[in-house]
């Protein structure tokens, strides 16, 4: 893929840039190089017949699960105001409506 300086502008108008003409040939050129580079690394993941796993290859995974840990008190024991399960913390003076 090549980008083009019509690209460029369009991509830049876009995202709101302030992109001078004089400006559009080198960005252009700097954004192609990054186009290619990351196209090269697409041709590389394709060549990869599995994904890594280190350590053996038979080493058996363990199962994803959620088990939750309980906590040892609840965060109502330790919070010093607690409500209906949010913490309530004191209103600061920057957050008064002035």
């Not at 080198?26 to 186009?35: C, G, P, S």
């Not at 088990?67 to 330790?78: C, G, K, Q």
């Amino acid at each position: 893929m090549t980008i083009s300086g019509d690209d460029l502008r369009r991509i830049a108008r876009l995202a709101e840039l302030d992109v001078t003409p004089a400006e559009i040939d080198r960005l252009a050129a700097e954004v192609d190089e990054i186009v290619g580079y990351v196209g090269q690394l697409a041709d590389l993941t394709d060549r990869a017949d599995e994904g890594f796993l280190p350590g053996p290859a038979r080493a058996a995974l363990r199962p994803d699960r959620v088990d939750p840990t309980p906590l040892e008190r609840p965060p109502a024991a330790i919070a010093p105001e607690f409500r209906e399960g949010f913490f309530l913390v004191p209103r600061l003076p920057a957050m008064e409506d002035g």
